[in-house]
């Protein structure tokens, strides 16, 4: 029988995975404000061109302030 041998990680391997996961979150923060502008901008569009503060249109589609 052959047994496999497991070394643990070492810090710096514990560091370059973290290191990892922070810059996708990073990546994936800057991508959802990015959209985020996009739907604002298009909810002030909206409300220009009725007329109506961007409030009663954030409010229409469900988008709370705090969003």
């Given at each position: 029988m052959c047994q496999l041998s497991v070394t643990e990680p070492t810090d710096s391997d514990i560091t370059t995975a973290a290191n990892k996961i922070v810059q996708k979150h990073i990546k994936l923060l800057?991508?959802?404000?990015?959209?985020?502008?996009?739907?604002?901008?298009?909810?002030?569009?909206?409300?220009?061109?009725?007329?109506?503060?961007?409030?009663?249109?954030?409010?229409?589609?469900?988008?709370d302030a705090k969003d």
């Open positions: 800057h991508e959802y404000n990015e959209i985020k502008d996009i739907g604002q901008g298009l909810m002030g569009l909206i409300a220009d061109s009725r007329g109506v503060r961007i409030v009663e249109v954030q409010d229409e589609f469900g988008v």
